[in-house]
């Protein structure tokens, strides 16, 4: 007897960084995601194997029930390690899931390429939760930390608002169908950056006046949510490209890797990192792949509609 679980994919178009201090982010649940399947085992273990969208595994081991109550401390952070830590934080919220087993088989399936950044950690999280029945955003709580809002995405099958008050999360589901849908594109830059210097750039300049932030974040947010041509969402998103970019410090994507672009590029959650939204009249497919970037996706291959 098999159980099977499954979360969705994420992408944050408005609201980075800006998200864990209360401010609203709009968000897009992607078709991609991740299942966990859970089978019986034995020897008070859990014989674990994760495969990657093209069926490679890409992490196999035996974790055993006394690691996962004790959560032993180790020199480095492990793929083994981090997930050891996980699982322990899932028994300490409800500790039957180990207690009333004799062991388990599991194995996690991507619908993505690993690489692809589309919620691998996230995906994982909300269905442990789900097979421990635990609330999945007190375990990322006690587990990673973040704000949430990709849990929220892997719960969700339509775009939400989403924002945290007095640190509990508050999901709203939008009525985000543009009728601009084919004016928009997700370009894959394989570009994993550390995201430490943007972090800590935005810690150092929010505080300057972190209420007018939030409020200008929310009010491009809900235009955003709002708009009623591709023109208009294009605009909006170009002012808060560029008001994070003087709060982080950093060059916009567009700035340092695509000036040339005839349209709006945003970047999509943590800047630097995998995707951007290309936003243009035309198709840009060509321009990106003769800049070597080949993975570029249209927002009805990557968004429910």
């Known amino acids: 007897m098999k159980t099977t679980f499954y979360s969705n994919g994420k992408l944050l178009i408005t609201g980075e960084y800006l998200v864990l201090d209360g401010a609203k982010a709009f968000a897009l ?23 990657d969208a093209n069926d490679t595994v890409w992490f196999e081991d035996t974790i055993t029930f006394a690691e996962i109550i004790d959560n032993p401390e ?21 500790p039957d ?34 097979w421990t029945k635990i609330d999945a955003f007190t375990l990322l709580k006690n587990s990673f930390g973040g704000s949430g809002y990709d849990i929220a995405c892997a719960q969700n099958n339509t775009p939400i608002l989403y924002h ?16 601009f849908s084919q004016n928009l594109h997700f370009v894959y830059l394989n570009k994993k950056q550390s995201s ?16 007018k932030i939030i409020a200008n974040n929310d009010k491009i947010t809900q235009t955003v949510i709002q708009a009623k ?28 890797l695509f000036p040339d672009f005839e349209g709006v590029i945003k970047s999509l959650g943590a800047w630097g990192g995998d995707f951007v939204m290309a936003i243009s009249k035309d198709d840009p497919t060509e321009y990106f792949t ?16």
């Open 29 to 51: 649940p992607t078709k991609f995601g991740q299942n966990l399947i859970v089978a019986k085992g034995e020897n008070n273990e859990i014989e674990w194997k994760s495969y």
């Open 74 to 94: 180790t020199e480095t952070e492990t793929i083994k390690s981090t997930l050891i830590n996980i699982l322990h934080e899932a028994y300490v919220l409800n």
């Open 97 to 130: 899931f180990l207690n009333d087993s004799d062991g388990y088989q599991i194995s996690t399936q991507l619908t993505f390429p690993k690489n692809w950044g589309l919620g691998t950690s996230s995906t994982l999280l909300n269905n442990i939760a789900q």
């Open 164 to 179: 945290l008050q007095q640190d509990l999360p508050i999901i709203e589901t939008v009525d985000f169908d543009p009728e």
């Open 196 to 211: 430490k210097a943007a972090i800590t750039a935005y810690y150092n300049n929010k505080n300057n006046n972190l209420a």
């Open 229 to 256: 041509s591709g023109k208009e969402f294009a605009k909006a998103l170009a002012i808060h490209e560029a008001e994070m970019s003087n709060i982080l410090e950093m060059q916009t994507i567009k700035e340092r």
């Open 290 to 305: 003769n800049k070597g970037y080949e993975t570029i996706l249209t927002y009805n291959e990557m968004i429910f509609t």
